[in-house]
Nanobody, 122 residues
Framework: QVQLVESGGGLVQAGGSLRLSCAAS????????MFWFRQTPGKEREFVAV????????RYLDSVKGRFTISRDNAKNTVDLQMNSLKPEDTAVYYC???????????????WGKGTTVTVSS
């Protein structure tokens, strides 16, 4: 069982930065591929970034490449999302997720956090 708790959301002006953090419980954190997704009202949950079990593998949604950086600390059981040059279209609820098999499909993700809200004003 893994519990995920996100933090770090808030209101920021366009061009600003935020750092989201996800704290995970459990002793097997390093076994999980970790993700960040985001969702806006009326839309499906959207993949944002993924980091592999050791932290060396990362992939991003095209629209956030070069602006967002995902990282993990297996000693602290945390995964972070550094978001720079934020745009109003980045406004969403951001969710941390974990999957043992590494599937990107949100419908089969093993565990989800409850989300943290990011609002970017223009």
């Amino acid at each position: 069982q893994v519990q995920l708790v996100e933090s770090g959301g808030g209101l920021v002006q366009a061009g600003g930065s935020l750092r989201l953090s996800c704290a995970a419980s459990g002793r097997t954190f390093s076994s999980y591929v970790m993700f960040w997704f985001r969702q806006t009202p009326g839309k499906e949950r959207e993949f944002v970034a993924v980091v592999g079990r050791s932290g060396t593998f990362t992939r991003y949604l095209d629209s956030v490449k070069g602006r967002f950086t995902i990282s993990r600390d297996n000693a602290k059981n945390t995964v972070d999302l550094q978001m720079n040059s934020l745009k109003p279209e980045d406004t969403a609820v951001y969710y941390c997720a974990a999957d043992l098999g590494g599937s990107i499909n949100p419908r089969t993700m093993d565990y989800w956090g409850k989300g943290t809200t990011v609002t970017v004003s223009s």
